[in-house]
């Protein structure tokens, strides 16, 4: 990065190849190209070597135009037609030509005479700017002009040695210009410094080869910008850190203080005011919420009673109530999480709606909170229930159910719910808590809508081995889609049924499946001796070549 800015700086000091700068003081850069065309007019002849303000008055009056100066910059030739009006008491315009600003004397006879060009060298540059009045009354201000022999409109190539000065005083003393004619371009620079257009000094401009090259200083400000951008946020960052690990060894300290003093409160070593000064601090009585719930995962009857009772008496259920009704859905687990570890029911309204958010960690929380703060119906809020319910959230409450000893509700109820997920976990529990007597729920829920749930309930069919299905799994058969006839196949095998012999031949022989064709002998196989006859006899047979899937499944080195 330093030697970018290093380039990028020695970039704008050095004049480019091909480029010629103005040798003074009062003038911004204002280079001139150097493949400038010569113009092709009149030459004169001879001219003194020097000319001073009197001669170059008289030389005006002459038919003829002379040509002061050309600059890239308006500002610049403005400037000089100030000077050289309140010295020469003349008419100074400026012609704007080829992208050139030029300063011409005599500018109407431009076209119809021969055009002279006499580059001007003011006096030494002095260190502070006077204004152009001051200079026009100074009584030893000196010009001097040098004619040249071409015709050119343009800057000379190479700046032209100084000449010996001439004494010269203007005719007419001319009046003093106002102080605002040198103070206006300082302002208009002013307020374009900041710009990127104008006559911002950011946007020194070179001509190489008749290409600009503008964003140096640009870049210089992008890369010094960039860099104190990127110490800003490193301060900004080492300030964070430094907070967070003070705040992370306070709330380490905090944590271990509260626990032996809730352990001594529990024991009866100590009473309820030792905590009325820590509930009187926002942070510390947070701190104190979770040491509070972590300590309270591990007790049961008398014990948990009363930390509850200390957790109403220091009104710290008002702090967890108020972030359960908040908008931030963080803030709403939070609260949800701690009324339902310390047995508070006021928030049970904002678990509801928190049902079916759009937020999955949020209506699972919600689902947690609901199962451990009911008395009876632990599960009622699957009626509630229009969002997906997740394979993670079931299982969640399964594991909830089991380590909690949570009682296991019938299941059944909920295999006629809307929502095809509520009755996939419903199925899921029927088959995990062996519920059989779902068997006529079960058989409706084989024709549900939804494949994913009439395949689960052939599935579960099969696990429970209810046998009444097999009936409703041959009529719909025929209606599924493959992985639906795969599972009812499968389903049979489960629970061998004479009866079924017939069908599973059947499909043996018209599927061209060989899957299906594997898991129909299997099925047949398993009904015993009579499968097993009927294998062998389809073997023998020279209607359809099943031996090498038959003999696959009776080779009891595969199974």
């Known amino acids: 990065m330093t030697l970018t800015i290093l380039l990028a700086i020695a970039m704008t000091h050095t004049p480019l190849p091909g480029t010629n700068q103005m040798d003074t003081s009062d003038y911004g850069d204002d280079p001139k190209p150097s493949d400038m065309a010569e113009m092709s007019v009149p030459v004169l002849s001879s001219f003194p070597s020097e000319l001073t303000v009197d001669g170059l008055a008289s030389l005006a009056r002459g038919n003829f135009a002379i040509q002061m100066g050309a600059f890239n910059r308006r500002a610049n030739a403005e400037l000089l037609q100030h000077r050289l009006e309140q010295m020469l008491n003349l008419t100074v315009d400026v012609i704007e030509e080829g992208n050139m600003f030029k300063v011409i004397?005599?500018?109407?006879?431009?076209?119809?005479?021969?055009?002279?060009?006499?580059?001007?060298?003011?006096?030494?540059?002095?260190?502070?700017?006077?204004?152009?009045?001051?200079?026009?009354?100074?009584?030893?201000?000196?010009?001097?002009?040098?004619?040249?022999?071409?015709?050119?409109?343009?800057?000379?190539?190479?700046?032209?040695?100084?000449?010996?000065?001439?004494?010269?005083?203007?005719?007419?003393?001319?009046?003093?210009?106002?102080?605002?004619?040198?103070?206006?371009?300082?302002?208009?620079?002013?307020?374009?410094?900041?710009?990127?257009?104008?006559?911002?000094?950011?946007?020194?401009?070179?001509?190489?080869?008749?290409?600009?090259?503008?964003?140096?200083?640009?870049?210089?400000?992008?890369?010094?910008?960039?860099?104190?951008?990127?110490?800003?946020?490193?301060?900004?960052?080492?300030?964070?850190?430094?907070?967070?690990?003070?705040?992370?060894?306070?709330?380490?300290?905090?944590?271990?203080?509260?626990?032996?003093?809730?352990?001594?409160?529990?024991?009866?070593?100590?009473?309820?005011?030792?905590?009325?000064?820590?509930?009187?601090?926002?942070?510390?009585?947070?701190?104190?919420?979770?040491?509070?719930?972590?300590?309270?995962?591990?007790?049961?009857?008398?014990?948990?009673?009363?930390?509850?009772?200390?957790?109403?008496?220091?009104?710290?259920?008002?702090?967890?109530?108020?972030?359960?009704?908040?908008?931030?859905?963080?803030?709403?687990?939070?609260?949800?999480?701690?009324?339902?570890?310390?047995?508070?029911?006021?928030?049970?309204?904002?678990?509801?709606?928190?049902?079916?958010?759009?937020?999955?960690?949020?209506?699972?929380?919600?689902?947690?909170?609901?199962?451990?703060?009911?008395?009876?119906?632990?599960?009622?809020?699957l009626s509630q229930l229009k969002r997906p319910f997740s394979l993670w959230e079931q299982i969640t409450l399964h594991d909830l159910i089991i380590q909690h000893e949570i009682p296991v509700p019938d299941f059944q109820k909920w295999l006629s719910s809307t929502n095809p997920t509520v009755v996939m976990f419903a199925l899921r529990m029927i088959r995990e808590f062996r519920q059989t007597n779902a068997e006529p729920e079960i058989r409706k829920a084989l024709l549900h809508r939804d494949p994913r749930v009439s395949r689960l309930a052939v599935e579960v069919s099969g696990d429970l081995d209810l046998r009444t299905t097999l009936d409703t799994m041959k009529r719909m058969y025929k209606f599924q889609e493959y992985n639906n006839c795969l599972e009812i196949v499968k389903s049979m095998g489960k629970m061998p049924e004479q009866s079924m012999l017939g069908f599973l031949r059947l499909v043996l022989d018209k599927e061209d499946d060989v899957q299906l064709q594997i898991e129909a002998v299997k099925a047949i196989e398993n009904m015993g001796e009579v499968g097993v006859q009927a294998l062998v006899k389809v073997m023998k047979s020279e209607y359809k070549n099943y031996n090498i899937i038959v003999r696959h499944v009776l080779d009891r080195r595969i199974y």
């Open 105 to 381: 004397i005599n500018s109407s006879l431009l076209g119809t005479a021969p055009c002279l060009f006499i580059p001007v060298s003011f006096p030494a540059p002095v260190r502070e700017r006077t204004s152009i009045a001051r200079i026009a009354d100074k009584p030893a201000e000196q010009i001097s002009v040098e004619p040249t022999a071409t015709m050119q409109d343009t800057v000379p190539e190479t700046p032209a040695a100084e000449p010996a000065p001439a004494e010269a005083r203007p005719a007419e003393e001319p009046e003093p210009a106002p102080a605002a004619t040198e103070i206006e371009p300082q302002r208009r620079n002013v307020r374009n410094f900041f710009l990127l257009w104008g006559d911002n000094p950011w946007l020194k401009r070179y001509n190489y080869f008749g290409k600009p090259v503008a964003l140096v200083n640009a870049l210089i400000i992008t890369i010094i910008g960039s860099f104190f951008s990127m110490l800003v946020l490193l301060v900004v960052i080492l300030l964070n850190r430094n907070r967070m690990e003070k705040e992370v060894r306070l709330r380490q300290y905090l944590l271990e203080q509260y626990q032996s003093l809730i352990i001594d409160y529990l024991f009866g070593n100590t009473g309820s005011e030792a905590f009325r000064k820590i509930a009187s601090d926002d942070y510390r009585r947070q701190v104190l919420i979770d040491q509070m719930i972590d300590v309270s995962v591990n007790l049961k009857g008398d014990s948990e009673e009363k930390l509850m009772k200390l957790y109403m008496e220091l009104n710290l259920d008002d702090d967890s109530i108020a972030r359960a009704r908040s908008r931030k859905w963080h803030k709403k687990i939070k609260g949800f999480r701690e009324l339902a570890f310390m047995g508070i029911r006021d928030g049970n309204s904002e678990m509801y709606k928190a049902l079916n958010s759009r937020n999955e960690i949020l209506r699972m929380e919600a689902q947690i909170a609901l199962v451990r703060l009911s008395d009876e119906n632990h599960f009622d809020f």
